[in-house]
């Protein structure tokens, strides 16, 4: 089953530099945008993430939100988003809710 960032690894090998996405921060090329999802996906992998897994991200928008939730996709398994405005207890309630067994996010938002 093809997941999205096999798209993205795809475009990657025929247009690297091409813009795959535009954010505040700037513009972020297919060839970035491919290695950081396999960065991410590498490191999911190492944590257990595969098939029937749920996988919390737990990151402000922008780059690292679209690989993380395509790193998940790459490893099969699930992403629970998490808006990271809401108050923790209540992001928690979500993630025990769902039975997350993983969460993704920067060490300046990790509880």
């Known amino acids: 089953m093809r997941a999205v960032a096999d798209d993205i690894a795809a475009h990657a090998l025929r247009h690297p530099g091409r813009t795959a996405l535009s954010t505040p921060a700037g513009e972020v090329s297919y060839a970035r945008l491919a290695t950081r999802i396999e960065e991410i ?8 993430a595969r098939p029937e897994t749920v996988c919390a991200v737990a990151v402000e928008h922008g780059t690292d939100a679209v690989a993380a939730m395509a790193a998940v996709l790459r490893c099969g398994a699930a992403f629970l988003t ?3 405005s809401q108050p923790r207890e209540r ?3 979500f993630v025990r809710s769902a039975g ?3 969460l993704l996010t920067h060490a300046t938002l990790a509880p």
Do not use: E, Q, W
Not at 41 to 48: C, D, E, K, P
């Open 41 to 48: 996906a590498r490191l999911l992998r190492a944590h257990g």
């Open 100 to 102: 997350a067994r993983l």
């Open 91 to 93: 992001l928690a309630a």
């Open 82 to 84: 998490l808006d990271v």
